[in-house]
């Protein structure tokens, strides 16, 4: 069964840090981008940052550029999301997907990813 099982969210202060975690299972994931994406509340769900498997080359929303990182770890098969000086607004539950080779659509396009994790909230506090 391929699974994404996100863990690491909580509540933090302004300022903080917090590392997520995405750890994948049930396929090989080396042709696939991983993605994190989130969901505020009243909101749409919004890419976050994305990495390659293959190539390690990473993509960032313009809203975390500098202070989020996103990696990989291949012996664990897991993705990871740091992120650093967070703000209130970056409140959200947070999702990882994984998505397949694919042109049809763009890397920030959440239609391209066809499998998600089940989710893990971060509330960043003032």
């Known amino acids: 069964q391929v699974q994404l099982a996100e863990s690491g969210g909580g509540l933090v202060q302004a300022g903080d840090s917090l590392r997520l975690s995405c750890a994948a299972s049930?396929?090989?994931?080396?042709?696939?981008?991983m993605g994190w994406f989130r969901q505020a509340p009243g909101k749409e769900r919004e890419f976050v940052a994305g990495i390659r498997w293959s190539s390690g080359n990473t993509y960032y929303a313009e809203s975390v550029k500098g202070r989020f990182t996103i990696s990989l770890d291949n012996a664990k098969n897991t993705v990871y999301l740091q992120m650093n000086s967070l703000k209130p607004e970056d409140t959200a539950v947070y999702y990882c997907a994984a998505r397949p080779p694919t042109y049809q659509y763009l890397i920030a396009q959440e239609k391209g990813y066809a499998i998600w994790g089940q989710g893990t909230q971060v509330t960043v506090s003032s």
């Open positions: 049930g396929r090989t994931f080396s042709n696939y981008v």
